[in-house]
């Protein structure tokens, strides 16, 4: 199957500072990259869909401007968070589709993050 | 608004047993439709895709797929412990996907 990284696994920051997680399709060139949030025992939520080389699509709600994503490559997407505040810290995910399965999506391993 | 509908569970089968999730949405257009494993603080791993009426096995899991009655399910034979996790379903549309909430199986050794 498609192999997704992501890093770092695990941040914590002091609020106020940025954090950027980076995601990455190891063995096929993602069109499509999603992020996540998931907030303990709580479902997934979409904040945003990026293709490479265009801005991406926030679902209602999501901040662009709190939530910067850069999809610089086929291979690769950035999601930084700015100023980030306690109430930010939830375990993010990114996913990508993309090669021979051309909807299926899978996930990297998340990005757990603190913010003290 | 679309939706995806899970019954949350907790569900919980002996090891052994056949664990029977069910999943419905409410879009007729969905075109695609799959079934992820979240195992406690860790991210989804899709375990099964299915994009036409009827059923898909793989290995212990069938997928079933009734696009008339906008219901997918997921058949678990021979549960295991190592099953206990929570099951999502999504359903796509083009590049768009929609999960469930999920439900959580727990498999009693």
């Known amino acids: 199957g498609a192999v997704v990284s992501q890093h770092p696994s695990r941040v914590i920051c002091k609020s106020g500072t940025s954090v950027k997680i980076e995601c990455r399709s190891l063995?096929?060139?993602?069109?499509?990259m999603f992020w996540y949030r998931q907030f303990p025992k709580q479902s997934l939520m979409l904040m945003a869909t990026s293709n490479e080389g265009s801005k991406a699509t926030y679902e209602q709600g999501v901040e662009k401007d709190k939530f910067l994503i850069n999809h610089a490559s086929l291979t690769l997407s950035t999601l930084t968070v700015t100023s980030a505040h306690p109430e930010d810290s939830s375990f993010y995910i990114c996913?990508?589709?993309?090669?021979?399965?051309?909807?299926?999506?899978?996930f990297g391993p998340g990005t757990r993050l603190t913010v003290l | 608004q679309k939706e995806v509908e899970q019954n949350s569970g907790p569900l919980s089968v002996p090891e052994g047993a056949i664990a029977s999730l069910n999943c419905t949405y409410s879009d007729r257009g969905s075109q695609s439709f799959f079934w992820y494993r979240q195992y406690s603080g860790k991210s989804p791993e899709l375990i099964m895709s299915?994009?036409?009426?009827g059923d898909k096995e793989d290995g212990r899991f069938t997928a079933q797929l009734n696009k008339a009655s906008q219901y997918v399910s997921l058949l678990i034979r021979d549960s295991q412990p190592s099953d206990s996790a929570t099951y999502l379903c999504a359903v796509g549309e083009g590049n768009q996907f929609y999960f469930g909430t999920g439900t959580s199986l727990t498999v009693i050794p």
């Open positions: 063995d096929f060139q993602a069109t499509t």
């Open positions: 299915i994009y036409s009426n």
């Open positions: 996913s990508a589709i993309g090669g021979a399965s051309y909807n299926e999506q899978f």
